[in-house]
Structures are given as structure tokens and as C-alpha cells.
């Protein structure tokens, strides 16, 4: 194959309704490299959020100088790519006078927005485009998807804190200050929009994208394409293909284990089942499933989705403020409920390890994504991914001191391996530093921001 060759970046392999997207191959080309220059992997964004904040004292490094050495129990899983992350400590949330009574509503809505709802219009959506929106607007162009919204948990919470809008409590992206983006929970459905599916007369549009014959057929695609390739092109395209199919296989077994769970649920034992028996029940996502499974599927196709360039930007909301629970932990308390632990030591150790299990899914997706090799360097190197909590403290409510962790290089834009402290600057700030790093202009700065973070910068 000639090495001046470039196979268009949009190439799939079709087949049966569907079609795969590939990931980035040294033989592609991008639609948006400027004529004469290099080709340069994309940049992507993204969000990952837990609520009511964290315990401080065990969550924050010791200190700037032994940050990639001597790390807390919450940071731990994070360890093999410390070098690639960013830590700040001194980011202050949006005040959120004259709502003092709602905390929960707002540490999520507020989070991507920087901004407070509108006080008058209180009981509808009056807030502000999210800043993973304003991006979406600015590259989502680029892409078959312009961004991607998951989360664990339906959006459905209902309260009644300073009449507010119910969906302050679930959202975090808003289209437009009017506007919420729904969060798909379901990685059926996920897999259905990464997978383009056919409009062509004559044919279901409902192609199941985890159909395995048709995986097979779509697959098979590869052999043909394979054979044009360079050889370390043919290595990334196995081992995408290989992705493909794990988390294929994953989804499959959580909803096996969540079909058999509800027909036990319902009297009907599935290994005695006939054609007369009840179909199962709804299934959703039970409680006392494996949390971090679920979320770890989710957090593939996350990757997935970046690694084909289906989307730029993301967002994933781990949980919402409202009635979770984590019995993979060894416990049944809610998480809410344990944050207002008044110093109790119990309590404190729940919140705690509650905090390293969503810091570890984190960790799991930026670990994947460093280990995928990407242009020069890593799917990681260009990314920015974002993981942090609409409160300081869910004790106290307090904000004046947000938890976040950044991962990635952002095409190089971020100088990582650091822990900056004393840090001036409020929420806005870093949203609007982070948008301009990955090169999305702003006319305005974000919500209360008046600066960008320099110190962040590489």
C-alpha cells in the first residue's frame, strides 16, 4: 500500500443495517486537518460526576512535592497514570444564595454551568447552556454524534427544595438555558447510537447492534480492509475489534444476570421456563447489582465512542443526589445519608469508600484509555476527562473548596503530573480554562468566571 494513501477518517465497515466505526489509524487522514499540515488526533472532553462532595482530609494529597509518591486511599487506583493527571485544590463552587435550602438541587445543575437557575422562573428550567454543550455546538459538527450523555441512574428525582425545577437535581447538561439534555442509562441504547443504523426502505430501523450474526457479518468486513492495511495498523484494528466484542460480551452478561433475577422475582424459574410462562418483567438496573460493572460498561463505550471519534464530548453522571446505595461495598446505607456523619467515625469510613469507588471507575475509563494507542501517543494524551462533586462537603454543603481530578493531555494543553494548591479561582474559571483548551472559543466566560486557570497549562 502506498504510504501517501489516507483512508477517510468517516470509514465503517457495514453491514446488516449497521455500520462500526474505526478507530484512529496511522493510514487515516481528518476531515478538519488544515490543508498542508500533519494530522493531528482530535481533542475530546469529558465529565464524570458523584455527588455530596468528599472527606477532605482523605481525598486531597499530602502536599505538591510528594504527589506522584505518597498518594491517599482515594487517589490509590489512580496511581499508574498520576503522571497524567492534574489536581488543584481551591476551586470554589457557585454561591448559592438565594437557594440557601437546596443544596442538592443545585450542585449538579450548577456544576457545567456555573450559574445559578433563575430566581422568578424557579419552577421551570431558567439556567444556562452547560459548558459541555457550549463545546458540543462548537465541534459536535465534526461528528455523527456531537456529544453523548450517560448516567447511571433514571433522571427522574422528584423534590420540592426552594421550588425548584425537579431537574435540577438529575442534569447537568443544558442545550440551552431552557433546555436539559437527557442521560441514557440503558448501554443497549448507547450501543444503538454509536451504531449508525439504516433508513433504506424495506428495512427495521430497530437493528439489534448486539444482534451476533450481524456483528459477525459487520466484522468480517475487517478481513477485506485488513489486508490493505500497514502492520501496525492491522495490530490497532484487532485489538479494537477485540474491544468491541468485550464489551459486547459484558453487556450481554449483566442482562442475562438481570433477565434470570426478574423471572426468579416473578415465580418462574428459568432453567424450568416454557412457552406459556409470564415474559419477564421490565428489567432495569437492580440495586443490588454490581454498581461497578455496570459503570465500567458504561465507561467503555465512553471510550469506545472517543477512540472512533463518534463524539467529542461527554458526560457521565455516576449517581445523582437521591437515594443510592452501594451494597457492593458491604453496606446498605444510602449515600446521602452517611454524608451527614457530625464527625461520626462509621459514617466517615462509609463516605470514604464510597469516594474510592467512584474515584476507581474514573480510573478504570482513563486507564483504558491510556493503554490505546492513539496518533504519537495515547487516546489519554488526547483527551481531557474530568472527574469531581458539585459540594466540598456533604456535611456542612460547603463549596468553597470543590473536589476535581483531571486526567489526560488535552493534545498537550495541560501540564500534568501535579497537585497545585492554593489556587485561585471559582468553578467557571475552569470550565471556561478547560474549553479553551481544547480549543472551543468563548465570547464570554462561563457562568461566574472572570479568568482562565493558567497555572494549569502546559
Known amino acids: 500500500m502506498l504510504k501517501n494513501a489516507l483512508i477517510d477518517r468517516r470509514t465503517c465497515l457495514k453491514g446488516a443495517g449497521a455500520s462500526l466505526a474505526l478507530p484512529l489509524l496511522e493510514t487515516m487522514g481528518w476531515a478538519d486537518t488544515i490543508a498542508g499540515k500533519a494530522s493531528k488526533p482530535p481533542v475530546r472532553l469529558g465529565f464524570m460526576y458523584m455527588p455530596h462532595g468528599v472527606i477532605m482530609d482523605q481525598f486531597w494529597p499530602t502536599s505538591p512535592e510528594t ?29 448559592i444564595s438565594p437557594f440557601n435550602g437546596a443544596p442538592h438541587a443545585l450542585e449538579l445543575s450548577t456544576w457545567l454551568t456555573a450559574t445559578l437557575p433563575d430566581a422568578p422562573t424557579r419552577h421551570r428550567v431558567n439556567i444556562a447552556i452547560s459548558a459541555d454543550q457550549i463545546a458540543a455546538n462548537y465541534i459536535g459538527a465534526l461528528t455523527s454524534l456531537p456529544s453523548l450523555e450517560l448516567a447511571t441512574m433514571p433522571q427522574t428525582h422528584k423534590e420540592n427544595q426552594e421550588g425548584l425545577h425537579e431537574a435540577y437535581y438529575s442534569h447537568c447538561s443544558f442545550r440551552s438555558p431552557t433546555q436539559t439534555v437527557p442521560a441514557e442509562i440503558n448501554p443497549r441504547s448507547v450501543l444503538k447510537r454509536l451504531f449508525g443504523q439504516s433508513d433504506k426502505p424495506g428495512r427495521s430501523t430497530e437493528v439489534d447492534p448486539l444482534d451476533r450474526q450481524m456483528l459477525d457479518r459487520v466484522i468480517g468486513g475487517a478481513r477485506d480492509l485488513r489486508k490493505t492495511l500497514p502492520q501496525g495498523d492491522q495490530h490497532k484494528l484487532d485489538e479494537y475489534l477485540d474491544s468491541v466484542r468485550a464489551v459486547e460480551r459484558r453487556i450481554a452478561a449483566i442482562e442475562y444476570r438481570q433477565k434470570e433475577a426478574a423471572l426468579e422475582k416473578a415465580g418462574v424459574r428459568a432453567s424450568r421456563r416454557h412457552e406459556s410462562d409470564s415474559p419477564p418483567i421490565e428489567i432495569k438496573i437492580p440495586e443490588g447489582d454490581k454498581r461497578s460493572e455496570y459503570m465500567q460498561v458504561m465507561c467503555d463505550l ?6 472512533t471519534d463518534t463524539t467529542r464530548i461527554s458526560t457521565y453522571i455516576g449517581s445523582t443526589p437521591n437515594g443510592v446505595s452501594y451494597p457492593e461495598l458491604g453496606f446498605s446505607d444510602q449515600h446521602h445519608s452517611q454524608t451527614h456523619h457530625n464527625n461520626e467515625a462509621e459514617k466517615v469510613r462509609k463516605v470514604a469508600a464510597i469516594t474510592k469507588f467512584n474515584i476507581d471507575q474514573f480510573a478504570y475509563m482513563v486507564k483504558r484509555m491510556a493503554d490505546l494507542r492513539e496518533g504519537d501517543g495515547t487516546l489519554l494524551d488526547h483527551c481531557l476527562m474530568m472527574w469531581g462533586s458539585g459540594l466540598e462537603d456533604g456535611n456542612k454543603h460547603a463549596r468553597e473548596n470543590l473536589p476535581f481530578i483531571i486526567a489526560g493531555g488535552g493534545g498537550g494543553a495541560v501540564n500534568t503530573g501535579r497537585f497545585l494548591t492554593g489556587v485561585s479561582g471559582n468553578q467557571g474559571d475552569l470550565l471556561t480554562t478547560l474549553l479553551d483548551c481544547i480549543g472551543v472559543p468563548l465570547d464570554r466566560p462561563i457562568g461566574l468566571a472572570t479568568k482562565q486557570i493558567t497555572a494549569m497549562k502546559a
Open 67 to 95: 504527589f506522584l509518591s505518597s498518594l491517599p486511599p482515594a487517589l490509590e487506583s489512580l496511581r499508574p497514570v498520576l503522571d497524567r493527571c492534574l489536581m488543584m485544590k481551591g476551586i470554589s463552587g457557585v454561591p
Open 302 to 307: 465512553n471510550v469506545l465512542a472517543f477512540q
